[in-house]
């Protein structure tokens, strides 16, 4: 019994640390107990010695601690006037809207589509989008022909659908 004591130090170790903790837990589970019944003994004197005073809200009866009633008819509308004003205001509101949902659509989204635009207006119709001299010039470099590779293995279709 002893050899397996000082043969496994790290789980004696760890039995006394949790004996020191239930011990910890358990003072302060007391303590609380003893701070909870001293305040109930203080709420008792104080309820037996004070008065009866009235602590209620003025306004309200004693017994009954309901809020107020709710008004029984909605608020006023506003006057027609300041309706037609704002009806006129929201007509504005979505005009404006109209507008600037048209614009975001006619305008190129993605940087892609953002410097095609300024090539396109700049130069006027695009070439051809890749020529075979630089293609094969770029797949005689290694990391080039790597990355051809990589870039096939990703996009391309799965191994298991070849």
Request: positive net charge.
């Amino acid at each position: 019994m002893l050899d397996f004591v000082f043969e496994h130090p790290q789980l004696l170790i760890l039995i006394i640390g949790g004996l020191v903790f239930l011990f910890n837990k358990y003072q302060e589970l007391k303590q609380k107990q003893e701070i909870d019944r001293e305040l109930d003994e203080i709420d008792r004197r104080e309820r037996e010695s004070a008065p009866d005073m009235d602590f209620d809200p003025p306004g309200y009866p004693r017994d009954e601690y309901a809020p107020p009633p709710l008004p029984s008819a909605p608020p006023p509308l506003p006057p027609e006037t300041a309706s037609a004003v704002e009806l006129q205001r929201q007509q504005q509101i979505k005009t404006r809207l109209r507008e600037a949902r048209e614009a975001r659509a006619a305008r190129p989204v993605g940087r892609a589509a953002a410097a095609k635009a300024r090539l396109a207006g700049a130069a006027g119709p695009p070439s051809s989008p890749v020529s075979p001299a630089p293609l094969r010039s770029r797949l005689r470099n290694r990391s080039e022909l790597r990355r051809a590779v990589l870039l096939r293995e990703i996009l391309g279709p799965p191994a298991g659908l070849r």
